[in-house]
């Protein structure tokens, strides 16, 4: 299939998957946009570049041809945090003033034009991930087979750091911490001073050799001779999955009738996002830390279909929880900390989680005195 023939193969079936395609975008833009671009000239790395221009355009964070996009790496970790691009060297975060002479500013705005996102936060997320993958500044023209970063020392010198890019099967995902997915159970729960659950759920998935329903079962006997009195859920960095996995644990809170603390930031997404409505609305949870990665309004359940060896996901489903929450817009937390540079330099416990701590000891104590004010 010609390439042109393909890209419009794919729009036309979006077009019968979606709900409202164009829910953010005129069809006759994107209609002009794809008969101005020379699509059967273009080399492989130029389809894929103006693909993502093309799916940038709907505004549809679950909408993509990122699925096409591989991973080549170039020896430099760099990280987008609070709005900058930092080069991360010997457990410093230098900020990155260009690279390969493009100044870091163009650079993140040029990538942005290739992220297909609906809030400012899942957009930052996105460029965190896509950040040090030098398939990236090949597709924009800043690099061919190099890179040359230019970073900013404490001292105010400037540091030079090369790398080579190079192709790989896949890159281990980064997670709110700064350690590797790998080295991090999708789920497990700690017991904190004896009396506070803390259940991690990193992704709204089953572990294959031990689903959810089995670790929540272990769990409950493990508590059983406990004194839980309020739970922490920490529901940073989940970017989605099956949002039913964890119905049974929220239904477990609400049973128990536990105050509740859950923590988000900017890569809670999809499903992430559905768990967050969950124990707002079904156990009265307060939300700690920061905007998450999507809105109360947005599309999803998205599985993928091929086309001439072309992955795309689209969404096939709207979501609506404003009314629920209260608001339209980006899902909000109740409490909103932001985490700084130095906490990803020293990697120490966030004030997020002291914060989320500080409030679910504070819902305990307000919830014992009303119990003994009922005795009396």
């Known amino acids: 299939m010609k390439k042109s023939e393909l890209v419009k193969a794919i729009v ?4 019968r998957i979606h709900p409202n395609l ?12 794809i008969n101005d671009v020379n699509w059967d000239g273009l ?8 693909m993502l221009k093309l799916f940038s355009m709907f505004k549809d964070a679950h909408t993509s041809y990122m699925n096409n996009i591989p991973f080549e790496g170039m020896g430099i970790n760099m990280w987008y ?3 900058k691009i930092y080069l991360r060297r010997e457990g410093n975060f230098l900020e990155v003033k260009s690279i390969n002479g493009c100044p870091a500013e163009d ?3 040029m990538m942005s034009g290739l992220m297909n996102y609906e809030t400012e936060s899942w957009k930052n997320h996105m460029l965190d991930s896509k950040i040090s993958n030098g398939y990236f500044y090949k597709m924009l023209g800043i690099a061919k087979d190099r890179v040359c970063v230019e970073a900013k020392e404490d001292g105010g010198g400037l540091v030079v750091v090369e790398g080579e890019i190079k192709s790989h099967k896949a890159k281990e995902k980064k997670v709110s911490n700064g350690q590797k997915s790998s080295q991090i159970p999708i789920y497990n729960y700690q017991i904190i001073n004896e009396n506070v659950l803390r259940l991690n759920y990193r992704s709204c998935q089953n572990i294959e050799d031990y689903p959810f329903v089995q670790f929540l079962e272990d769990m409950k006997k493990d508590l059983q001779d406990k004194n839980i009195e309020g739970v922490v859920v920490d529901l940073r960095g989940n970017s989605g999955g099956r949002s039913s996995i964890i119905v049974p644990f929220v239904e477990y809170v609400k049973e128990n009738n536990w105050p509740c603390v ?8 999809s499903s992430g996002v559905i768990a967050v409505r969950d124990f707002k609305v079904d156990c009265g949870a307060v939300l700690v830390g920061e905007e998450a990665g999507q809105g109360t309004q947005h599309y999803g359940n998205c599985p993928p279909f091929e086309l001439d060896g072309k992955s795309i996901s689209c969404c096939t489903k709207y979501f609506d929880f404003s009314q629920e929450l209260g608001y339209e817009g980006v899902v909000k937390p109740d409490i909103y900390v932001r985490r700084t540079l130095e906490e990803f330099r020293t990697g ?11 409030t679910i000891n504070k819902l305990i104590e307000e919830k014992r005195n009303e119990q003994t004010k009922t005795i009396e």
Do not use: P, W
Request: a negative charge; aromatic letters at 10%; hydrophobic letters at 35%.
């Open 12 to 15: 036309a079936k979006c077009e």
């Open 22 to 33: 164009y829910h953010s975008v005129a069809k006759k833009d994107v209609e002009t946009f």
């Open 43 to 50: 080399s492989e790395i130029e389809f894929d570049c103006n």
């Open 81 to 83: 945090i609070c709005g």
């Open 107 to 109: 650079v993140v705005c």
């Open 262 to 269: 859950v923590l988000m930031d900017n890569g809670t997404f």
């Open 348 to 358: 120490q416990q966030t004030q997020q989680v002291r914060t989320a701590y500080e």
